[in-house]
């Protein structure tokens, strides 16, 4: 089983980068104004790539075209903003919430946390304190970060919450079996593939992280699987204009993306 997820994060509707999200440099990297978050929708569109809006669905997808997945992480108060865009094109997201920061400076408040499930996207969680690296810390420590958040979220919407994803990009196979443990059934990393993978009774699906400034092109040419030789030196490009904006770091880590798409293809 395959899917394409996308990783997005903030989405800046008019504020600066600390209007959304954690604040910083580092996590600035990962904003992405509003209109650039359209044109990347609309580039997805563009090349009829088939959005599953709940991923908890997949198991019961029949084969076909690789279905492709909008997530969007931490909890920012854009993330309304994001549910907006998504809703003109008609398309579900998957929003995982750092619990310990609802109602706090920059995030979603409970009510914000609630309208994103009545707009019918996905809610899951994106830890409580978000650890810097969750595969170092304890499987007890990680047991309650899962645990605890997956508790609130839950209490907060009426429902049970059996979606998470990995804060910071830290992710082993302990983490998944720890998410299991806490009742998770659907995790998102952010490795990049498009492989599906079970631990313990939880679907592992990877993610290509998204950048302020990655082209569009780019972000559609990983939403429809379509890398050919060719196209792949077009998104070589692209990234190096991205690498002028972002600097050398991000541009290798856009090209790794790339060739490991490339593989896969
Ligand atoms: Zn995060």
Not at 53 to 71: E, F, I, M
Not at 103 to 116: A, I, M, P, Q
Request: hydrophobic content about 40%; some cysteine; glycine content about 14%.
């Amino acid at each position: 089983m395959r899917a394409f997820a996308l990783g997005y994060h903030d989405i800046l509707d008019g504020g600066g980068p600390d209007s959304s999200g954690f604040p910083g440099a580092t996590a600035a990297r990962y904003k992405l104004e509003a209109e650039e978050f359209s044109a990347h929708l609309s580039a997805i569109a563009g090349v009829n790539a088939p959005v599953l809006a709940d991923a908890r669905t997949l198991g019961t997808k029949s084969s076909g075209a690789v279905p492709v997945l909008l997530t969007f992480d931490d909890g920012g108060a854009g993330a309304l903003a994001a549910a907006d865009r998504l809703g003109r094109h008609g398309w579900g997201g998957h929003f995982l919430i750092t619990v310990g920061r609802i109602g706090t400076n920059g995030f979603l408040d409970k009510e914000g946390v609630r309208e994103l499930r009545r707009r019918g996207h996905v809610v899951g969680s994106h830890s409580c304190t978000h650890p810097e690296r969750m595969s170092v810390l304890t499987p007890e420590v990680q047991r309650e970060e899962w645990t605890k958040s997956v508790l609130i979220l839950s209490d907060l919407l009426g429902e049970q919450v059996d979606v998470a994803s990995v804060p910071g990009g830290y992710y082993s196979s302990a983490v998944a079996r720890t998410a299991s443990a806490s009742g998770i059934r659907t995790l998102f990393t952010s490795e990049p593939t498009s492989r599906l993978h079970d631990v313990d009774g939880c679907l592992v699906i990877g993610r290509y992280s998204v950048l302020r400034g990655m082209a569009p092109s780019v972000v559609a040419a990983i939403a429809s699987g379509g890398i050919s030789p060719r196209l792949g030196q077009v998104l070589l490009w692209n990234a190096k204009k991205t690498a002028k904006v972002l600097g050398g770091e991000s541009y290798l880590k856009v090209r790794r993306l790339i060739v490991s798409r490339g593989r896969q293809s």
